[in-house]
């Protein structure tokens, strides 16, 4: 007897070490310390090997687990995985000593009928006749487990079972069914001496002849010799033979059982046989011959029906389960009982629909419905649900007959509805499953129907990115015209596909660098770090002279930005020799204009603001031309004119057509911000307003382009946007967006992504973090290791600049001084000295005062003030505020009012509230003593909305030790000129809502609350939101 260990009981689930098996039997009682254990196990579809073991002390059809496993060479089945089944389920049918599981209800739900003739023959004590029973039914419907179900029955009867399954890889073996039949393990030992040396000679005989000559020449020995000893057994003990699947059976096998069908009127023995249900089957001579005979019942097994699957469901997940999954499940599923198993597994193993699961069910049907049907469902998961017939038959070269007959298969079988996949997951089980030269055949041929359809190159280049190399001309057409419309709708990914494919399938050695440089900008826009190795085959390819010119240019820009400085200063060279040589060979060029060609002019003006030290000579009286003379079509000539026109102008300090070319290009992204040089134009449009100080503008233009997003950006694109977004936000003093935007852009693109142009989201984080008294974030990003060349770029002044305030607010004011000083020598020496790139005479003035030298810091201030130019505002507050220090105290309530006065039109909020405090200490040294809390509380406040604790802190000694709202005599005055409604408007416009929010909950228009804020802006002399005073905070009116 075959022993296993008892299960132990481990929560709400049981763990087996190991069964041993002895032989191939469905059932086995196993003895273990007077306990008796059933264990069954098969081959399930899903998971392999499956064992199922069932205590019978429980309730009947009591707890029961199922597990994973595979038998080993010594016959011993490891569990390697255990699953708790829903306990005190009965599977419907009488009790039986092969254990089951909950799940057996899925074989006998709806199935009664079925069951019956079996049934009612075992229970007859004394049957008379013999009965054939054929069941048929589509993949799936669960043929080979009611046979199972059969067996166990006639087991539990004590009745001979004679057992075998047909397989297409036997069919053409003689009397392999029977040999299978005779070989099982009920048969009486006595009955197997006898009839296996008949069957031995009868394969034996047959190997060298047909099979049909074979039964015809052996018929004597079949009918004297074989079959006997069977209907003797039959005629005292109930005999059942169970053949799975005969239409895979073998023709002598068939031919024999055809002689003991024929004796079933004298012969009490039971014949179940099942069969796969074709659309369209001929009848062989085998169903002539059954249909004759009294004794042959045909029935069909059908899917289940809703009712029937959700009672399934119910069974084997609950009651709440089937009611939260039974309407999905039946729609994946088309009451295919396999299916609904497999749904019901990966339900509980994984929580969702999954290949591992319903995916290699449906896999497994559709190997079962023959090699027509694998093949249509094949060519439906290449080609897409929406192929007809005749398409699929031209993808395989099947008649439209052949494929209507393999799609009314698959959804009478439930795999297909509408003849669509049921669930996203079939046909990518599908495709996997695919051999890899049989798919790109498929997709080539896809992609030649489709052409010859008309069909959108992005429909056909879909197919040939999945092709491999296809050899056809028009194929390298249709990918690049598929990858600009990808990257013209910012979906990178598809366009990388596209071009890689083109690249495989190009032969001229012109068009694969064409295509490599195209495939470098696609790469880009993902992450730039990843197109590194097509840019330096590009490069090798410039040095050949084999890169046209522009994209030579373009690769310029990309080879800077990852620190390739060497490479990049190679191809530059190329360009201005080549550049040379054009000027030589073609007539003068008319004064004041471009001595060399208008994109490497353009360039060159890009390169003298970005990255100073690889300019060449840049004629000095050479000015940009407005944005009306711009090429209309947006394209890259366009982008790479407005770099040249914004870097002309920030370098001839020309701040009012900066800030004209730098308006119309931010208009114009939503039309072509795919091109190349696209999103180098929008970062320095940006930069540019916030380097003239219309923080306003800029952060307009921000929120104009978010609005204006059609769809997810490129990650690329949302990183440059973001960086140049968190640079507004840091100058308006909102730190925490700052911070947000960028982080945004260092986790879109990472920092090695970013090469040299990292020192702009770095500086920008590392500030925002300093100026809210975050310094161990800001330490973090300090510590990080950077490019060495970032420092010779316009953005390693924001990164200098930013680890300077953080060196100056850790009191390391020496080190701070060394990195204001160097952005001013950089600045000066690279002819960039703007101070609204960053302020560094300003900030070096601070590190000076801090160290105590005025006399540096005052000549600062001076020359800082000396600057000509009206544009940037800013720069110029920053200088007042630190004058108003080494003026008279009667000079600097002016001075300081001033500033803050431009630093509140600019929306410079964080320095606003710095120069508040000045003002305030002023009022204060000035004996103005009301004044003074008045204007300290208000810097106390722009200060909290900015974030800045470092600031809040040590504002609130002037405040008396605590923040709260102002005196009443403060505020008694200006409170009482606002009616209630402009009260209850303020007061939330100072707890922060937005005034759409505003209007939302007091039911009224967004400009009904803008309208009442202007009159109460107006009534407390200040002129925004950040502006409001803080008593209004607690009063709702």
């Known amino acids: 007897m075959p022993s296993a260990r008892r299960p132990k009981r481990c929560g709400s689930t049981f763990s087996v070490n190991s069964i041993s098996l002895c032989d191939g039997r469905s059932g086995k009682s196993c003895h273990q310390g007077g306990q008796t254990l059933w264990l069954y196990w098969i081959h399930d579809p899903h998971f392999g090997v499956v064992w199922v073991c069932r205590h019978p002390g429980y309730d009947a059809g009591g707890d029961v687990t199922r597990g994973e496993g595979r038998p080993t060479a010594g016959g011993v089945l490891e569990a390697t995985a255990v699953v708790p089944l829903p306990s005190g389920r009965s599977s419907g049918g009488p009790e039986v000593h092969a254990g089951h599981d909950s799940s057996w209800g899925t074989v006998l739900m709806e199935r009664e009928e079925q069951i019956a003739p079996v049934q009612a023959w075992l229970t007859d004590p004394q049957p008379m006749v013999g009965q054939v029973l054929l069941l048929e039914g589509t993949v799936g419907v669960g043929k080979t487990e009611f046979l199972r179900a059969v067996t166990e029955r006639v ?541 306003g503008e800029a952060a307009d233009r921000c929120r104009s382009l978010a609005e204006r997003r059609n769809g997810p950006p490129s990650p690329m694109w949302q990183s440059v946007f973001d960086a140049g977004e968190a640079e507004v936000r840091l100058r308006r003093g909102e730190f925490p967006e700052a911070v947000k935007r960028a982080r945004s852009a260092l986790e879109h693109i990472p920092v090695q992504g970013w090469g040299t142009a990292v020192g702009l989201p770095l500086g920008t984080l590392i500030l925002a973090h300093v100026r809210m008294g975050e310094f161990d974030e800001a330490t973090a990003l300090v510590t990080r290791s950077i490019p060495d060349d970032m420092f010779q770029s316009r953005y390693g002044l924001h990164y200098l600049h930013a680890r300077g305030h953080y060196y100056l607010a850790t009191n390391r004011t020496r080190a701070a001084l060394g990195d204001f000083l160097s952005c001013g020598e950089l600045m000066r020496k690279w002819g960039l000295d703007l101070p609204g790139i960053v302020p560094w005479r300003t900030s070096a003035a601070e590190a000076w005062l801090l160290q105590g030298n005025r006399d540096r810091a005052k000549r600062l201030v001076k020359d800082q003030l000396a600057i000509p130019g009206p544009e940037d505002a800013v720069s110029r507050a920053l200088a007042l505020r630190l004058m108003a220090a080494f003026s008279s105290l009667g000079q600097r309530p002016r001075l300081l009012g001033e500033a803050a006065d431009i630093l509140e039109a600019a929306d410079c909020y964080y320095e606003l509230a710095r120069t508040l405090s000045d003002l305030g200490r002023a009022h204060h040294a000035l004996g103005k003593h009301r004044r003074a809390r008045v204007v300290v509380r208000r810097a106390w406040h722009v200060a909290r909305l900015c974030k800045a604790e470092p600031l809040c802190q040590e504002l609130l000694p002037d405040m008396g030790g605590e923040a709260r709202p102002a005196e009443e005599t403060d505020g008694t005055t200006a409170l009482a000129s606002l009616t209630n409604s402009e009260r209850r408007i303020a007061s939330m416009a100072v707890k922060g809502y937005t005034n759409r929010e505003i209007a939302e909950k007091l039911f009224i228009t967004p400009s009904t609350v803008e309208q009442h804020l202007t009159r109460v802006y107006r009534k407390l002399a200040v002129k925004n939101r950040q502006s409001l005073p803080g008593y209004l905070r607690s009063d709702a009116g």
């Not at 109930?238 to 009127?265: E, F, G, K, T």
């Not at 039974?326 to 396999?338: A, I, K, Q």
């Not at 003298?608 to 009306?628: D, F, I, K, Q, S």
């Open 155 to 695: 087991l539990s009867a004590r009745a001979v079972l004679l057992h075998a399954v047909c397989s297409p890889e036997e069919r053409d073996l003689p009397f392999g069914i029977l040999r299978q039949l005779f070989d099982s393990p009920s048969l009486p030992t006595d009955v197997r001496r006898r009839v296996a040396p008949v069957l031995r000679g009868l394969m034996e005989s047959a190997r060298a002849e047909d099979m049909h000559e074979a039964v015809e020449r052996h018929r004597a020995t079949i009918l004297y010799d074989l079959f006997p000893p069977i209907t003797e057994l039959a005629a005292t003990t109930p005999v059942v033979v169970c053949v799975d699947d005969i239409n895979h059976m073998d023709v002598a096998s068939q031919q024999c059982l055809l002689h003991l069908v024929r004796r079933m009127s004298s012969t009490p023995l039971l014949m179940v046989l099942t069969e796969l249900a074709e659309p369209r089957r001929t009848h062989s001579p085998f169903h002539a011959e059954l249909l004759r005979q009294s004794s042959f019942v045909s029935t069909r097994l059908a899917p289940l029906s809703p009712e029937g699957a959700r009672a399934v469901i119910d069974q084997r997940l609950g009651a709440e389960a089937a009611r939260r999954l039974g309407d999905g499940f039946l729609e994946y599923s088309g009451g295919n009982p396999l299916l609904l198993d497999a749904l019901i597994n990966d339900e509980r193993l994984y929580g969702q629909v999954c290949q591992q699961g319903y995916g290699r069910a449906l896999l497994a049907c559709l190997y079962r419905s023959g090699p027509d049907t694998l093949r249509v469902a094949r060519a439906m998961a290449v080609y897409g649900d929406d192929a007809t017939p005749k398409e699929l038959g031209t993808l395989i070269d099947a008649d439209v007959a052949t494929v209507e007959r393999a799609l009314r298969s698959m959804t009478e079988a439930g795999l297909l509805r509408l003849d669509r996949f049921r669930h996203a997951v079939a046909p990518r089980t599908v495709l996997d499953d695919l051999p890899a030269p049989d798919r790109a055949e498929l997709h080539h041929r896809a992609a030649r129907l489709l052409r010859g359809q008309g069909a959108s190159a992005v429909d056909i280049a879909a197919h040939l990115a999945e092709a491999g190399q296809v050899p056809e001309p028009w194929a390298l057409r249709v990918l690049l015209e598929a990858a600009s419309e990808a990257l013209q709708h910012d979906e990178a990914h598809r366009a990388v596909r596209y071009l890689d494919a083109a690249q495989r399938s190009c032969t001229s050695e012109e068009d694969r660098w064409t295509i490599q440089a195209r495939l470098a900008q696609a790469e880009w826009q993902l992450n730039p770090l990843a197109s590194l190795r097509h840019l330096m085959a590009l490069t090798e390819a410039a040095r050949a002279g084999r890169l046209d010119h522009d994209e030579a240019i373009l690769l310029v820009r990309q080879l800077l930005w990852l620190n390739r400085t060497h490479e990049a200063t190679d191809v530059l060279t190329l360009l201005r020799r080549r550049a040379a040589r054009q000027q030589a060979d073609t007539v003068p060029a008319p004064p004041g204009a471009p001595e060399v060609p208008a994109e490497l002019h353009d360039v060159e003006l890009w390169l003298a603001c970005t990255y100073p030290p690889l300019a060449g000579r840049v004629p000095v009286g050479a000015a940009p031309t407005g944005p009306e003379g711009a090429p209309t079509t947006r394209g890259r000539t366009f982008w790479l004119q407005t770099i040249g026109a914004l870097s002309g102008g920030l370098i001839r300090r020309r701040g009012g057509e900066t800030q004209e070319w730098a308006s119309h290009a931010l208009g114009q992204l939503d039309l072509n911000h795919h091109a190349p040089w696209a999103e180098e134009a929008t970062l320095l449009a940006l930069m540019s307003l916030v380097y003239s100080g219309r923080l």
